[in-house]
């Protein structure tokens, strides 16, 4: 047998690694088998592999591969690391020579950072985004540029804010990497000291435009001040553009700074400068005109796309120098908003957090729900999702003012600042838990908002079976003494239990109704949907009007024992103007049930029986968790059965539902005339049944039409629409 | 005149031969191994599978790179996890190993 020759290039010892730090263990050292790997590889067969017993293809196919530009976050691009980038002048301070264009890339670096912190925002890291800026990240390189420097350090601090805010809400899982900072530098006490250097880099640059608009006698008095660049005639225009972006930064990380304060005491400061910022954002984009003015369009679509004002590049990032921070993904590249896009992005998060400010913080459950509803339809991101969840829930308290059992009863009318001992009672703890989580998911993206509602519905039916249970039994107790304390608590927990399926009810509805949102439900499936609203509705309405009849009688015993009690009116006329609201969507939920099984019983419908799953199967698919929360009691897929199985175009009670909506649509209309959003919504309520009672007569004259459903007057009820065939 | 082996008993000897350098290679799997690539990284970890077209998967590998262009500097390392490294990419391989046992692996 012949030995392998020995390639003396190759030998252990004169090509050993190069690295030092790389030791081998303890009496060992490092022996090439790079030929013995060749020659092994080259009697390999094909497919056939040298590994362990404990290898698994499977488990292979995760490993990351070097050297592919999608997985290695470690390769080299231009840069071996940030240091080599600044030696080889890739982020120069000043940023340069000639003054003009030092004002032109530093107002190009403004807007590139805008535009990377909104696609930071909508999830994508930190370390691709606002951190591929050099100057962001080492920001002791610009301490002679105050400007610049002041910006970066506004940024970051901005930045740790909103970090701050998105960590403590917790409803970023959707969001992957958002507030992932993986040890980039964020010092908060250097970077506090940032407003205050740009607060004297404004006045600065305030001064400048002054002298620039000053005339020529006055101006002889301020040339000592010294100017930003070296062309008069553009000083005046660079002063606006870098005023407007210094102060638009400045109020941001205000509005952010007054809505965290506790118990939403700066809301009313925070809308001042979201004021501030909205107008400042006018002034950012006026500004595009003239810093465009000097470069050569390439087409339209270049400036479109471009995320700077200017349409230039700016100078001093890379984001593939930070890709080793974006561990564990992998460091695929980004796509990064287009400046327009970005302050598009601004312009509505700062809608949103003025809609926040602009709450009245009602200690009212009822309130508080329907406006988290109404913030959720335009669609709000996370950052201002975060800020609404912290305002609403703060030390397990609403508002961080309340517990919700004082929140709960106020529903009832009912008043517990004398029954101190309430607070404590496990189920009022639970009670506590189960609130605020709910308020939690409602402030989360509509997708995980769902998942979650059905799934806290299941330990909502629980609570309350458990809750019944002790109640009834502590009730049983309590006849057989007289109680002459004045100790209301069992009344209390038997009225809050009496609650509980109120607001299960309503969970159940929200959860059906973002299956609206979220484009879940097929065509075929719409009359087993309604059907559940339904039923769902009905529940609900029937508890709110039970509710209702509670607090009127606890109003009136109030009052005749005291004769100065005044009653709260407004409550009484919301919660009864309420479940009005209700009937009427009950009328329609069953119109609709009952007009669609017609539809699809006499043919002109899809059936929901498909190639794949039966109707039952499908039922349960859409309807397995309120089935698991007792919703209803019954065997919901039977009763959905028979009572559609036999529905016709010509059964009365088809237009009786749809009338009964429009006559209540036309009574509430009154009662909502200061709510501008719920008139509008009950007017698509009005529009639906009437549209729906000219379908029913058209399919009555003629069965050969073809019908579609839309929902161009809800979001949630469909109007009939017909066509000839 | 030398005569040469029979063929059959040259097929005989190869195939020897083959199952000695796979089987040395076998006894390499699991064992610390570093490897080189062509930007100047190198990879430390487990060896735990080669195929026939050279590519090695590692295990528990770190990272270990240059933070400068020039050499000598500072290197930095991270933790990886189990990697692929294509055998084109390649340009160094090393195993850890005893003195004695070096020679064997020559």
């Keep these: 047998m012949q030995p392998l020759k020995l390639d003396e290039e190759s030998s252990s010892i004169q090509h050993k690694p190069q690295n030092c730090a790389i030791s081998s263990g303890d009496n060992s050292v490092w022996a090439d088998v790079s030929p013995l790997l060749s020659a092994a590889c080259t009697d390999l067969h094909e497919g056939e592999l040298i590994n362990g017993d404990n290898f698994n293809l499977f488990a292979a196919m995760s490993a990351l591969e070097i050297m592919d530009p999608k997985m290695d976050s470690g390769m080299v691009s231009t840069f071996y690391s940030i240091d080599e980038a600044v030696e080889n002048g890739f982020a120069p301070v000043p940023v340069s020579a000639d003054s003009t264009v030092d004002v032109q890339s530093t107002l190009d670096i403004m807007d590139h950072l805008l535009v990377c912190e909104a696609t930071w925002h909508m999830g994508h890291s930190l370390a691709q985004t606002v951190f591929s800026c050099i100057y962001v990240l080492r920001p002791e390189m610009t301490s002679s540029q105050a400007l610049l420097h002041s910006y970066c350090r506004v940024i970051r601090a901005t930045c740790r804010a909103v970090v701050s805010v998105v960590s403590d809400a917790r409803t970023n899982e959707e969001e992957d990497l958002f507030t992932m900072t993986y040890g980039l530098p964020f010092n908060e006490d250097e970077d506090a000291k940032g407003l205050l250097l740009l607060n004297a880099v404004e006045e600065t640059i305030c001064r400048q435009l002054r002298a620039c608009k000053a005339t020529s006698s006055k101006k002889r008095l301020m040339e000592d001040l010294e100017p930003l660049q070296t062309n008069p005639q553009l000083e005046e225009s660079f002063c606006k553009a870098l005023l407007c972006r210094i102060r638009f930064r400045k109020h941001f990380l205000h509005a952010l700074n007054c809505m965290r304060r506790p118990q939403g005491r700066g809301l009313e400061l925070a809308r001042k400068h979201i004021a501030y910022c909205i107008s400042e954002l006018d002034s950012v984009l006026e500004s595009a005109e003239f810093l465009r003015s000097d470069v050569v369009e390439n087409g339209n679509t270049e400036i479109e796309e471009s995320t700077t004002a200017s349409g230039r590049s700016p100078i001093g990032f890379d984001p593939t120098l930070n890709k080793r921070l974006s561990a564990p993904t992998p460091p695929r590249a980004i796509k990064l908003l287009s400046w327009k896009k970005a302050i598009d992005y601004y312009v509505k998060l700062l809608h949103n957090l003025d809609q926040i400010c602009v709450f009245p913080l009602e200690p009212d459950l009822d309130a508080v729900l329907q406006f988290v509803i109404r913030f959720q339809k335009s669609r709000p991101d996370l950052v201002a999702r975060a800020h609404l969840q912290l305002l609403l829930v703060q030390d397990g308290k609403l508002y961080g003012c309340d517990t919700f059992l004082t929140i709960c009863a106020r529903a009832l009318a009912l008043d517990v600042t004398k029954h101190h001992g309430l607070h404590n009672n496990e189920y009022i703890l639970q009670l506590n838990q189960l609130m605020i989580n709910l308020l939690k998911i409602l402030c989360a993206n509509t997708p995980w908002q769902r998942r979650k509602l059905g799934k806290i519905l299941n330990d909502w039916s629980v609570f309350n079976v458990q809750m019944g249970i002790s109640v009834a039994h502590m009730m049983q107790q309590d006849t057989s003494r007289t109680s002459k304390n004045g100790d209301k608590s069992l009344l209390i927990l038997n009225h809050i239990y009496g609650w509980l399926e109120e607001q299960i009810n309503w969970v159940a509805l929200r959860f059906l109704m973002l299956g609206f949102d979220l484009d879940l439900y097929s065509l075929s499936e719409y009359c087993m949907v309604y059907w559940y609203m339904y039923i769902i509705l009905w529940k609900l309405a029937e508890k709110a009007r039970f509710r209702v009849l509670i607090i009127v009688n606890t109003e009136e015993r109030k009052a005749k024992r005291n004769k100065e009690y005044s009653r709260d009116m407004v409550r009484e006329d919301r919660i009864s103007l309420w479940v009005l609201f209700l009937q009427c969507q009950t009328c329609l939920a069953q119109g609709l049930t009952v007009m669609i099984a017609a539809l699809r019983n006499e043919g002109m419908c899809l059936k929901s029986e498909g190639p794949f799953n039966t109707e039952n199967e499908k039922f349960v698919q859409h309807f397995e968790l309120l089935q698991k929360a007792s919703l209803p009691e019954y065997d919901a897929y039977e009763s959905f059965s028979e009572s559609t199985s036999h529905a016709r175009l010509d059964y009365l009670p088809v237009y009786e539902y749809f009338h009964d909506a429009q006559k209540i649509a036309k009574d509430i209309k009154v009662g909502y005339a200061n709510d501008p959003d719920k008139l509008a919504e009950v007017r698509g309520l009005e529009q639906v049944a009437e549209r729906n009672i000219v379908a029913v007569n058209l399919f009555c004259q003629d069965r050969s039409l073809k019908v579609s459903f839309e929902f161009t007057h809800h979001p949630y009820f469909a109007t009939a629409v017909v066509r000839r065939s | ?106």
């Design chain 2, 1 to 106: 005149m030398q005569r040469e082996a029979p063929p059959l008993l040259h097929r005989l000897l190869k195939s020897q031969i083959q199952i000695l350098y796979i089987a040395r290679v076998r006894k390499l799997l699991f064992r610390q191994m570093l490897v080189g690539i062509k930007d100047g990284r190198f990879f430390l970890g487990n060896f735990h599978c080669l195929d026939k077209q050279g590519n090695i998967i590692l295990q528990d590998t770190l990272e270990y790179r240059s933070i400068r262009r020039s050499s000598p500097s500072p290197t930095e390392q991270c933790y990886l996890g189990m990697i692929l490294i294509p055998s084109s990419c390649m340009t160094s391989c090393h195993v850890d190993c005893s003195i004695e046992e070096q020679l064997s692996l020559i």
